[in-house]
């Protein structure tokens, strides 16, 4: 298995999963994506990988099976077949069962857009804003078996402005997640990392 070797899952407008192919395109992110599954047959994250001539886009439907681990079971099988040693979530809108978390064990990365533990959950930029912070962010993350509770790899930070919406803050949120993720990619299979308890400690 390629250590570099990722698949993306992804739901929706697929704006991570384009900068991560722009990078690897460039030069800038030593990752191989192998593998793009949405759940979503209209998802543009879909239309993106092909468009990217990602060896394997699959649309996988979460009503043809019985279950969210029969669903995630295909997913799994899948990821193994095309050797990927990494699971990079961009904007995936399903929770992960126990199961396919437990198989690819701190091998599933999450990116979430707020300053972890703080807003955790689908709504979290709405919700940073109804608490009225004055800055929030995006964490790049372990996935575990708590929802956005995995260990931190990297956060960046922005500034919530008095006039902001959910649009706007999401939107100045996605440009730091476009440099964040790519970034964080390329130095998790260039150096790689360690754990002091849940801290990540990035090798040198
Ligand atoms: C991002 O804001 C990410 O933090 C969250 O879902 C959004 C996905 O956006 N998990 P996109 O589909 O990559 O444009």
Known sequence: MSLKAIAVMASGRGSNLRVILD???AGNCPVDVQLV????????ALDIARAANVPQVL??????????????AACAEAIDAADC????????MRILSSPFVRRFRQ???????AILPAFPGAHAVDDALTYGVKVSGCTVHLVDEVLDGGPILAQAVVPVLDDDNCE?????IQAEEHKLYPATLARMVELGFHFDGRKVIWNT
Do not use: C, M
Request: glycine share 2%; proline share 4%; net charge neutral.
């Open 23 to 25: 990078a690897v395109a």
């Open 37 to 44: 599954i949405s759940d979503k047959a209209e998802a543009q």
């Open 59 to 72: 649309h996988i439907t979460p009503k043809d099976y019985t279950d969210r681990a029969a669903f995630d």
């Open 85 to 92: 040693q990494w699971i990079v979530l961009a904007g995936y």
């Open 107 to 113: 091998r599933i990365i999450n990116i979430h857009p």
């Open 168 to 172: 706007s803050l999401h939107a100045r």
